[in-house]
Nanobody
Framework: QVQLVESGGGLVQAGGSLRLSCAASGRTFSSNVMGWFRQAPGKEREFVAAISQLSLTKRYADSVKGRFTISRDNAENTVYLQMNSLKPEDTAVYYC?????????????????WGRGTQVTVSS
């Protein structure tokens, strides 16, 4: 069982930056692929980024490539999402998720554990 708590969301102007954090409880954090997803009002939850257990593999949605960076600290049981050059279309609730498999996947259905989310709002 993995419990996840996101933080770091807020209101920022277009072009600004935010760093999201996701703190995980439990001893199995380092054995999970970790992912970030987001959901805007009226839209389905979508993949943002994911990172393998030892940070050797990272995947990004095309919409955030070159602007967002995912990282993790297994000693601190934390995964991060650095978001730069933010756009109004990045506005959403951002969720952290854990997948106990060995493959870095981008499907919502692949992730077993979810946080409650943190709101990111980008003003134009």
């Amino acid at each position: 069982q993995v419990q996840l708590v996101e933080s770091g969301g807020g209101l920022v102007q277009a072009g600004g930056s935010l760093r999201l954090s996701c703190a995980a409880s439990g001893r199995t954090f380092s054995s999970n692929v970790m992912g970030w997803f987001r959901q805007a009002p009226g839209k389905e939850r979508e993949f943002v980024a994911a990172i393998s257990q030892l940070s050797l593999t990272k995947r990004y949605a095309d919409s955030v490539k070159g602007r967002f960076t995912i990282s993790r600290d297994n000693a601190e049981n934390t995964v991060y999402l650095q978001m730069n050059s933010l756009k109004p279309e990045d506005t959403a609730v951002y969720y952290c998720a854990a997948d106990p498999s060995t493959v870095v996947r981008n499907g919502v259905e692949a992730y077993d554990y979810w946080g409650r989310g943190t709101q990111v709002t980008v003003s134009s």
